[in-house]
């Protein structure tokens, strides 16, 4: 038997390895009942209709053709990591304003058509709306300048 459509294959191989980071997270919480649920049964749940979702993927690779994989950009994807983690790593020190200017200029390299006008146009207006809705609106804690 060989994989006629290694998106499924791969996609269900996923599938799995997460069922099984969940199970074996759950593994030591007790399940509890359907009317009465413990803290693993949601993640016992989860483990489990991942799997099977993984698992029908796997199966299905083998019967039904399908595209090959595409190339990874990995330029697109570790500027969208960075900005994640920069923004988490960045928020305290420099306040929400210029920390989402910075996240918002480096996920501009994700895209193919950046230009710099809209990047700045962008970075404002998610500024003005983050701190609206964020620090005024819900009144969460942030820093919205640098300390």
Known sequence: MSIRAPKDFWSGVMFIAFAAVALVAARNYSLGTAV???????????GGVLAGIGVILVIRSFIVSGEPITPVHIV????????????????????????????????????????????????????VFSVAVFVYGLRLPLPIWPQ
């Open 76 to 127: 697109p994807l570790a500027a969208i990591v960075l900005a994640v983690a920069l923004f988490g790593a960045l928020l305290q020190r420099l306040g929400l304003v210029l920390t989402l200017a910075i996240v918002i200029a480096i996920s501009a390299f994700a895209g193919r058509q950046t230009r710099f006008v809209e990047v700045l146009a962008l970075a404002g207006v998610l500024a």
């Open 36 to 46: 009465r649920m413990g803290p693993g049964y949601f993640p016992m749940l989860l």
